[in-house]
């Protein structure tokens, strides 16, 4: 930069380079750069020898970086201009037309929606294989039944493969929001020049489709200073996250020797450094641990954009690094969660134990005197009632006798204690997306489906 | 509550209600009992007269909170059971049936949702008046000349419409952003009970489409536990918020007065309790900092929904309040946006004054040597050495002598002084999304078209 | 304000007005103006007949205030005005001498000062009575074992005496920073003006005596743009909530039925609209989820200040919502968590039972082998290995053979069974700040001295 | 871990293990060993010449460490395992021994205390450093007028000195933040084992000497669950880059063309890959940018203690990251801003130009009516009315005539001009902590004492 003198203060240059983590980006410059020199020959720019040259030397420099061998220098200030320079280097002065109607300013705005774009799709694929695996439990645990909890109280039984469809509907909204985010990094930024546009009509529609955009951004203003697409990935992946947190805590919690529920894989598990009888369910740990480093992310693009005048200030160079860290951490967190669920095994016997607690059945007493013509209300205050008197005298609620339940109410008669013993309660609730057998066979159908029009 | 005793401890109702707030789910709360009470004709547990007088009963608290005359009583713990005890009161015991197969998990979730849905296309609606806004006055200020910034350092002119038009874009995008939120919010969570589906065969797609719904959840575990539209909804809004503070910042920094780019309207702004002369642009001001409220809002959420088990649990009652904060202050942040920038008068001279700063032709040098063959980052190296000479010699770019300009490069001659006298380096930009005329004329077509297919 | 038109603009208003909440510090804003008031007097601008006018006008107002009978005006802007238009009303034109040598921007700053100021003093104070309850309850349970769980799995035993002081100790830390955030707030803005000081000679110091404060602000436009003190309030406040919800999630896994370790009091809990049979601890949850919203006030504060040019900016106006917000749910979650935890009823039998866990002593196991000469590393290897024999075998530690264990480690006798038996796996713990009775009866020590250094 | 068997699944070892950063704490955790070497000594655990052999030990892999030459094994989970595993190879069978009575639970979170400590303090000297540079700037800059701002509107004059100085006395703050926080981490937790305490008395007050540590935590499961001392230093850097944010805006705001008031040095701006003439304060953006990501490593390290139960659970693995992450950036910045101040270039000129905006008298023309006995409130209408005036008729205050000025009251006389003439807006600021010479005098000398405090 002809205008700024040489050389720059050391600790300027330690804040200000991004190539520390800006080399991520390399593949997709690279490829960036190649699409934008075929645009340059179009312009009149290159000539076609001069292209090849150009070509070459990107070959180049593309395998310099698949070998780890791609020589940086000290003052590569990131990772556009250090391959440029290399380039430079590599293919000679021609190399130095390639900038020519492009600015940094678009070209890591494609970079990253490139990088955006491949990490949606990467995220919706991660999430097919967990989806995947999660619907082959739910039909093998179809059957077991378990109690289900509100407040982390006992409050109704439900089929363990009903629980972990709940796992599956939650997560199949995150490929949605994946989705979406892949759509908004699909608009090119390329040829929006610094902010203005440039000087050069190049084919911005014959790049986008060569790089696989499938559209170009319509204001070049707003293409270098828009990181849109990047919160858009952030708040898919903070959601996400959210959900894989809420399922690494009940793992946790059914993992616990009061629970009993199931238990890691024990090549999914850690020890403890001076206790030796542990098994931790560090990955469940770790699942619920993620979501508040990703959430992060989000929340600081949202900060560095927070009262940002247009068009490209420098602040947007924090935008790179809480994407790379949120990417990361929930492609791990994805793979990893796939491999936690299908390695746990969980023990019937206390699963069913559990689920027939008798005051789990509180709501089909309170039913059985619906359908025989109490308002639900009242209902509901008899059957408190019983509750009570069977805590207080710690008995279970088939315990109480027929005298004392007709001081209850005068419609309690035997159907109660058939109520109680039965073990209906899982098959009593057959309403759409209820837990009965008949309601689950029908669910796991529209998994199946849903899976299938996510994979297609 | 017949199991527990009567009264609550005075500081556990503090904590525990949610009346305060939730008041304001009241017409959602009556829409969802009509709905639910003719499904509970279908299922057998209404008969018709039942029905009428439940509905009658419903019409009449509707009215109470029209008139907001509705008598709320001092143990009423939420909403939802406000509205119960007082249909109870007003239309008697069969009232009491209304309950039957529901509960407040999956109540206050279809309230919620509605609510959303409901939101979500409100936001729509308000961006798409200030995209028509923004759009007018891209129109009307498609020739005026003002610099564009990067670093908010003067780097290259565009017009005012195009700058005007990269607001538009920024909030075209959030349009889609609400109407995912208002997709998500389309799948009813009634019928799912407390979390394990309920003991009736109840209709739930006759109820869904009744309220408005496109579909029924398919898993009551999920249903009960699921605010996904509400993030949806908060990540929208987060994301419009920002945008909205970015729009704010360059308003404020543009009526200062060493801008002097534009001034708000007299009855858009404020004064100084203590300084007679000032003129403050609150509004726009406000409109950036509403920004990090909104986007809390979405943390808030997130963090309440980190590592909670399934099905209900009590925290999901922290959804609401910052829901509710967030859609208040984006729609009102929406609605005073179109009235600020509609009164925004712009300084015509000011902006072109400041346009026509030589130094913003630099690019378009470095382009004229392109032109005439030599490599891009030579060139730029040519004009950052002019550039310094014209800074260092205190003159502008025109005033260097055709000796000095030959000294830095022979191929700089008289188009060199052409270049800089033309004042064309607005319409040099003619690339796609270009701010050159042809480009703008484009953009312009664009964004109408886009505008068309929202409010369509 | 003559310089600008009346009326503003209605959506102007609406966003621009801070009266819906800012009147909450009528109280501090009134005491303010006596106090600037009297300094009036002391410039020359009052005389004593004028500034007795004034007071008696204040006294007025605050009545009017104290009775909910202040009549605020539509055209108020916020509470300063409010009061200042409504005492010209009361005491006559010369009440518009009042705001000489003041600006509302360091008149707020100073109210907002000694309304943190207040509430971090009423923080501690909250907290000494929580912690007074605590250090009674760690008192009666000194005695009590109970499993002490990491990773929510079984790891050893503690007291519950030990568990409770450990909350106490994470309280006792917040109190520390509410002290410190009070500090924060004891610089009097005053005297500021809007943002370089006044003209005219004010007695600065004598006002802030007056008013409470420990120093006046030595910078003019740092003291009306700092809002510091809000900040280390609620930071102070963030990290309590986050030490509220540890034990608040705690309570809830203790409180299910799985672990059965305790119950909140009946008149603490809540049931369920569908399910008689439930008793959930909604007051444990709801601290909990308090946290993420306490957490995001401090975000939306440093959010608003993010990038902020010196020195007010109306941005500022975001500061009081989030403070009044966190203020009010901090101080209702710490009330609650007195009266929560004072009524938690705890299963002394089931805490024990779980406590006798064998696998819990293999820490004291391997100790042994230590004291028998053999390198910890070892010993837990060794301990590792007896216990997955004694799982694969489905038997406990004790009941594996003299022959058995011999085959683990030759050092393995007699002494093995009496580790395993004698129970002593609490009073073994002997390092300080241990669970052994002995360190806890310090402990207990150490809480009362820290409680009464707090509240001497 | 015999209990586990080998090896665990690679992605479990992926999610799992720490190494990839808490390598960091390396020293510290060496220091740590050596300080309870001796007390296993104490104990009776160790003999002389075995801790002889330790110690060695640890100065080989202290000295490797320092070499970049410690050889990592593959299946090294954490730094302290790493360590302890070299130690044994280098050591023999004895250094098995190390581990007695020691946890990772206590051993990571007293490395992480002393990793706070010392950043805390290097935090401190960082600003200390900026400080004494801004008190210089303060100095030479004492008399050089410029506009004040509110709403980024001028508003009052002040001298440039007063404005650093304003800098000055926020950052001022951070130090008494950062010093707290350094003190919350002077309680050592070594010595609490996995969370009970451990079955040896350990001297644990002499290790804490040893250490640096001021006293040891008195319970043991808070101590292996705590993490406050990283929340206060998170929060503490959290307001310090929110200082930051705020001085670099201003920096970005008046390196503007249109402000023109400064300019960085050239060695520390950097330019464009595309427009010659470019000077980007890139450092200052990057000061405003890096703030966000520094509060979200609060946000992290709160939202992972969110609900999480007592005592150590894997979640808490995910507090260094952040902590890293933040520790970097915020000395950097702090580095590199007290080079950037050290290095802008003022423009007294167009500062003075500035600042003699007549309207910024507008409040000292209020004031003179007030002597003349008008109750402020009126005046400042009086002059809001002239304001308008001069506004409408395109003049400046001065350019009214006697006539004019008469008509809007009888009070205005010559004294008006002289007023506007006299330049004295400055030095009418004469209240403490006002701009005017005398009081900016007084308050470098705070300043001077502020700092010597601090460096004292």
Redesign the interface.
């Known amino acids: 930069?002809?205008?700024?003198?040489d050389?720059?203060?050391e600790?300027?240059v330690?804040?200000?380079s991004s190539l520390r983590f800006d080399r991520r980006l390399a593949p997709y410059d690279i490829r960036g750069s190649r699409a934008h020199a075929s645009a340059l020959v179009g312009a009149g720019?290159l000539s076609d020898a001069e292209l090849e040259k150009i070509l070459e030397g990107l070959d180049a420099v593309e395998q310099e970086f698949a070998r780890g061998g791609f020589p940086f220098a000290d003052d590569d200030?990131d990772i556009?201009?250090a391959i440029?320079r290399r380039l430079?280097e590599l293919a000679g002065?021609?190399?130095?037309?390639?900038?020519?109607?492009?600015?940094?300013?678009d070209q890591v705005a494609t970079d990253l929606a490139m990088f955006v774009a491949d990490h949606a799709v990467r995220g919706s694929e991660l999430i097919a294989a967990l989806l995947e695996r999660l619907l082959a439990l739910a039909e093998r645990y179809a059957g077991w039944a378990m109690?289900?909890?509100?407040?982390?109280?006992?409050?109704?039984?439900?089929y363990l493969g009903?629980?972990l469809?709940?796992w599956?509907?939650?997560l199949r909204?995150d490929a949605g929001?994946f989705a979406?985010a892949g759509a908004?990094a699909g608009e090119m930024p390329l040829?929006?020049?610094?902010?203005?546009?440039?000087?050069?009509?190049?084919d911005?529609?014959g790049v986008a489709a060569e790089l696989g955009f499938t559209s170009?951004?319509?204001?070049?203003?707003?293409?270098?200073?828009?990181r849109?697409f990047a919160?858009?990935y952030l708040?898919a992946a903070?959601?996400c996250a959210?959900h894989l947190?809420?399922i690494?805590?009940?793992i946790?919690?059914w993992?616990?020797?009061?629970?009993?529920f199931c238990e890691p894989?024990?090549?999914?598990?850690?020890?403890?450094?001076?206790?030796?009888?542990?098994?931790?369910?560090?990955?469940a740990?770790?699942l619920?641990?993620?979501?508040?480093?990703i959430?992060?992310?989000?929340?600081?693009?949202?900060?560095?954009?927070?009262?940002?005048?247009?068009?490209?200030?420098?602040?947007?160079?924090?935008d790179k690094?809480?994407l790379f860290d949120a990417v990361d951490n929930l492609e791990?967190?994805l793979?990893?969660a796939e491999?936690l669920v299908s390695?746990l095994s969980f023990d019937r016997e206390r699963l069913a134990e559990?689920a027939a607690?008798e005051?789990?059945a509180?709501?089909?007493?309170?039913?059985l005197l619906?359908r025989k013509g109490m308002?639900?209300?009242?209902a509901?205050?008899?059957?408190?009632?019983?509750?009570?008197k069977a805590l207080d005298t710690d008995r279970a609620l088939s315990e109480l006798t027929r005298e004392e339940i007709a001081g209850f109410s005068e419609l309690l008669d035997d159907e109660y204690y058939e109520t109680l013993g039965d073990g209906q309660w899982?098959e009593?609730?057959?309403?759409?997306?209820?837990?009965?057998s008949a309601?689950l066979a029908e669910?796991l159908d529209?998994?199946r489906s849903s899976l299938r029009a996510l994979t297609a």
């Open positions: 930069m002809a205008r700024l003198p050389p720059q203060h600790l300027f330690r804040l200000n720019v200030e556009h201009m440029e430079i002065p021609v190399a130095g037309k390639l900038h020519t109607g492009r600015s940094r300013n109690p289900g909890y509100t407040h982390l109280q006992r409050a109704q039984p439900v009903h629980h469809l709940a599956f509907w939650m909204r929001r979406a908004a040829g929006s020049g610094a902010l203005a546009g440039v000087n050069w009509e190049l911005r529609a170009v951004s319509p204001n070049s203003l707003d293409a270098v200073s828009n849109d919160l858009d708040s903070t959601v959210a947190s809420r690494g805590a009940e946790v919690i993992s616990s020797q009061e629970f009993g894989a024990a090549n999914f598990a850690s020890g403890s450094s001076l206790m030796p009888q542990k098994k931790n369910p560090d990955a740990e770790l619920r641990a993620k979501a508040p480093r959430a992060s992310a989000f929340s600081t693009l949202t900060g560095v954009l927070h009262g940002l005048p247009l068009a490209y200030s420098k602040d947007l160079q924090e690094e809480p791990l967190s793979e990893a491999v390695g559990a607690d005051l789990l509180a709501t089909d007493v309170a039913d619906v308002p639900f209300r009242e509901h205050g008899v059957v408190g009632a019983l509750v009570r899982l009593s609730k057959r309403s759409v997306g209820g837990t009965s309601r669910q529209a998994a």
